[in-house]
């Protein structure tokens, strides 16, 4: 889950200094009103503040803060999942149908980190892409 969380936290950061903030605002909109709809007011407003810090960012800080600011979200997201492991179910198709679209769309790329473990036993294989797209054809 913690996994989910951060990969969420730093797209939605990412979107929030682009022209896809909206998708990245509703997006997680969506998750606090059904899963803590007592909520959603002060973190809609919490994104709002964030997107405002990254326009006034200058070109030489936006790179130091928009990592900050994806820890807080990832934190945040982090503690939504803990309470709420249901909305992981709820987190990974927006994550997967809006956030990452929306991303790519804005021509900005994966960053960060990527640790990937897999076992294959017997017959079996293993395809792991760290960032991208991978496309696997055929049975060769």
């Known amino acids: 889950m913690w996994a989910l ?3 969420a936290g730093t797209t939605v950061v990412a979107l929030l200094a682009t022209d896809a903030w909206s ?3 509703s997006a997680v909109d969506t998750v606090w009103r059904r899963f803590h709809p007592e909520r ?3 973190v809609e407003a919490e994104l709002v503040d ?3 810090d990254l326009v006034a960012a200058s070109e030489e800080d936006r790179s130091a803060l928009e990592a900050e600011l994806a820890q807080q979200w990832q934190h945040r997201l982090r ?3 803990t309470h709420d492991p249901e909305a992981a179910v709820a987190l990974r198709h927006l994550l997967d149908d809006d956030l ?3 991303l790519r769309a804005t021509g900005r790329t ?3 980190d990527v640790t990937q473990r897999a076992t294959a036993s017997d017959h079996s294989r293993i395809y792991q892409v760290g960032q991208g797209d991978l496309h696997v054809r055929g049975d060769g």
């Open 110 to 112: 994966w960053r960060g």
């Open 79 to 81: 503690r939504l999942l």
């Open 5 to 7: 969380a951060n990969t």
């Open 23 to 25: 998708t990245a605002k």
């Open 50 to 52: 964030t997107r405002a």
């Open 100 to 102: 990452v679209p929306a």
């Open 40 to 42: 959603a007011e002060v």
